[in-house]
């Protein structure tokens, strides 16, 4: 029978390594010249080796000391691999090439065209359409701004209806919450603060929605209670237009916020009022309500101690009784919100938890569409202005939550690209490579606001532009006229089904309209 050798792979290997050493060594004392100069190069390797069949934390290395190493290596570099050489114009996740593409292009004002034709596959399950008019239609950019406040606030807000989505200095960089806010300003749109609280770099002219969260940063007391007193200093600042309690974001519903420790800086720590260095999780729950009653008589007391300003709730929908619990709360408080917006499960986070990003809470489609017809249902619809958010990058995405309800819609991530984010997918990790999202002053010393805040208008004025001339191609005469009826989706092979027929048919037997505009 052969005997199998005991000496393993790995130990030969440090061995010709050990004898390669020895032999650079005797050549280099007999004199022959350069020998030396090779242990450079020879020695740390050795070093390596052995290090690497000693440990025990990697198997792979331990097994194929020094090589194993290229695996850690190509794996690092993967995304960018795939993303540079592999990945298809319609590839790409969550975004792809070609979404991207257009972000940057709207963003640099550069052409607004695409050569030879449809990309997608028609025929495919999944493919979405809206029918044109041979009536088309002439509009301006007035007729995309809406009025959110109902008759219980007293500062209306008139609003684009692309606005900045939630996005926290912390999350974000502050040459990029710099970028933005300034581009909010040129474009005459809003700029959500995130849960993160009002920083200097919001107060640079851009109207802001001040969002609140669990943490309650910007108004919270030394025990992290929310502070009424601290609160009404921040709401009755002219930047703020209106303020928008967090209960839930689609990333991560259920899971309060995340701030990694590498992002938590004196500096942020000081606006959030936690202790720098370290990760600040906000709790899952807010402390100062626990009913959708107590959630209502907070938000009223929001709106009174901002002086009137429009108040309002993000949600990414969970369980749909909840929600119709918080409707019936409206009826009987008679405290009606001025706005909800509503998040889909795939939104974006800065970090967040696998399995709340991938398995929880409701796609915005689905959502929107469940919210749209109970407010309707209601008659809260023309009081309720609903702002959508989730994946929205393109006129046609704009129009499609308008069809099933939305009044106005949030960009993060499109926000994101704008300001010149290459979906590396590293924000948890503080080391985005083109400075937006970390707090590495190397990197983010390379965004220069200057010119970022005029892609950040760019694209939403090209967004703007793009959404009127679909609906001008639709005869759509204003944005009452953007219906459900007139979007389609390839359900299967042989089927297609208007938005009408797949997200209000099973619901109560009302005919959804969309919102009403203060125009006309
Ligand atoms: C980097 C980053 C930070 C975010 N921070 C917040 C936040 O502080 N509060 C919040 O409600 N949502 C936050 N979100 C979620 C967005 O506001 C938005 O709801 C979600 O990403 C969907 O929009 P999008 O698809 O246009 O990105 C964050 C998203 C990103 C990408």
């Known amino acids: 029978m052969k005997r199998k050798s005991k000496i393993s792979g790995s130990t030969i290997f440090i061995l010709v390594l050990a004898i390669i050493n020895i032999l650079l060594i005797i050549g280099g004392i007999s004199g022959i010249s350069g020998m030396f100069w090779w242990l450079i190069l020879t020695l740390p390797l050795l070093a390596l080796g052995i290090y690497d069949v000693v440990q025990t934390r990697h198997a792979i290395v331990r097994n194929y000391p020094i090589v194993g190493h290229l695996r850690y290596l190509f794996e690092s570099i993967r995304p960018e691999i795939r993303q540079y050489f592999f990945e298809s114009d319609l590839d790409g996740k969550p975004f792809s090439r070609r979404q ?116 309650y940063f910007g108004c919270r007391d030394a025990e992290g209670n929310f502070d009424g007193e601290k609160f009404r200093k921040n709401a009755l600042r002219p930047q703020v237009k209106m303020i928008e309690l967090k209960l839930s974001q689609g990333a991560k519903p259920g899971h309060g916020g995340i701030l990694p420790s590498t992002k938590n800086t004196p500096e942020i720590a000081a606006i959030r009022n936690v202790i720098a260095g370290t990760t600040v999780k906000s709790p899952a729950h807010h402390s100062a309500f626990n009913s959708p009653e107590g959630l209502l008589v907070f938000l009223k007391k929001l709106r009174e101690l901002s002086d009137g300003k429009p108040v309002g709730f993000k ?20 405290i009606i919100p001025d706005f909800i917006a509503i998040d889909g499960a795939e939104g974006g986070t800065g970090a967040a938890p696998l399995e709340f990003t991938d398995y929880l809470g409701m796609p915005l489609y689905d959502a929107l ?100 001339e679909i609906m001008e191609a639709c005869g759509m005469k204003n944005i009452n006229d953007v219906s459900a009826s007139k979007f389609f989706r390839k359900v299967n092979e042989l089927e297609t089904k208007s938005f009408e027929e797949i997200y209000f048919k099973n619901e109560k037997p009302v005919k959804v309209k969309p919102f009403q505009t203060n125009l006309n």
Not at 162 to 167: L, Q, T
Not at 171 to 183: F, M, Y
Not at 319 to 334: H, Q, R, V
């Open 100 to 215: 991207r593409s257009v972000v940057y292009q709207r963003a640099k004002n550069q052409k607004e065209t695409v050569a030879f034709g449809m990309q997608a596959d028609p025929n495919q399950p999944g493919y979405e359409w809206v029918a044109h008019s041979v009536y088309p239609v002439s509009l301006t950019e007035d007729d995309l701004r809406v009025n959110i406040g109902n008759k219980q606030c007293s500062q209306v807000y008139n609003a684009s209806i692309i606005n900045i989505g939630a996005m926290s200095y912390g999350a974000l960089s502050k040459t990029a919450i710099t970028a933005l806010n300034e581009g909010a300003k040129i474009g005459k749109f809003a700029h959500n603060t995130g849960e993160g609280s009002i920083s200097p770099y919001h107060l640079l002219g851009g109207d802001l929605i001040w969002q609140i969260g669990t943490g």
């Open 315 to 334: 949600i990414c929908i969970g369980d749909k009784k909840e929600f119709t619990e918080i409707l019936d709360a409206i009826e009987t408080t008679g």
């Open 369 to 468: 569409a469940f919210v749209s017809a109970e407010l309707e249902s209601r008659e809260l619809k023309e009081d309720i202005k609903l702002i959508a958010a989730g994946k929205i990058i393109t006129g046609f995405d704009i129009l499609k939550v308008i069809a099933l309800g939305a009044a106005a819609v949030y960009s993060a991530r499109g926000m994101m690209l704008s300001l010149g984010c290459i979906q590396a997918l590293v924000c948890d990790s503080g080391k985005c490579p083109v400075g937006v999202a970390t707090q590495n002053p190397k990197l983010y010393k390379a965004l220069d606001p200057t010119d970022k805040k005029v892609r950040v208008a760019n694209y939403h004025a090209n967004t703007i532009s793009a959404t009127l």
